[in-house]
């Protein structure tokens, strides 16, 4: 697993947008699914907070997973201002970061 991070982060892509940074890279092995982990830093706040951003992106993810190309492995990283968002502020923002990537069907 770590070595899949590193490929992400050595020689795959970053899209910035408002509060959240993306690193993706698609994944040719991966024929069927595209894959999505996320990074919270402990800056962020507490454990709740954390998980709380964390729920969120795996929420939106799991619900728009239909709208992105077959294969793409995922680093979302949020920002400070990510813990006071509500659902439809971190869809609005995971789609908008999506197309930006061009990582949309």
Same mark, same amino acid.
């Given at each position: 697993?770590?070595k899949n ?10 899209? +910035?947008? #408002?509060?959240l /940074? !993306?690193?993706? @890279?698609?994944?040719?092995? #991966?024929?069927?699914? @595209?894959?999505? @982990? /996320?990074?919270? @830093?402990?800056?962020?706040?507490? #454990?709740?907070? $954390?998980?709380?951003?964390? $729920?969120?992106?795996?929420? +939106?993810? $799991? !619900? ?14 949020? &920002?400070?201002?990510?813990? /006071?968002?509500?659902?439809?502020? &971190?869809?609005? &923002?995971? !789609?908008?970061?999506?197309?930006? #990537?061009?990582?949309?069907?």
């Open positions: 697993m770590k991070f590193d490929d992400i982060f050595q020689n795959g892509n970053k899209t +910035v947008y #408002a509060n /940074i !993306l690193r993706w @890279s698609p994944n040719p092995s #991966a024929k069927s699914e @595209s894959r999505v @982990s /996320i990074i919270v @830093s402990k800056k962020l706040g507490n #454990a709740v907070v $954390r998980n709380r951003i964390k $729920r969120l992106i795996k929420e +939106v993810f $799991r !619900l728009n997973k239909n709208k992105l190309k077959i294969g793409i492995d995922m680093i979302f990283i949020p &920002t400070e201002k990510s813990k /006071i968002e509500d659902y439809k502020q &971190t869809e609005n &923002t995971i !789609l908008k970061i999506w197309e930006k #990537a061009e990582i949309t069907k």
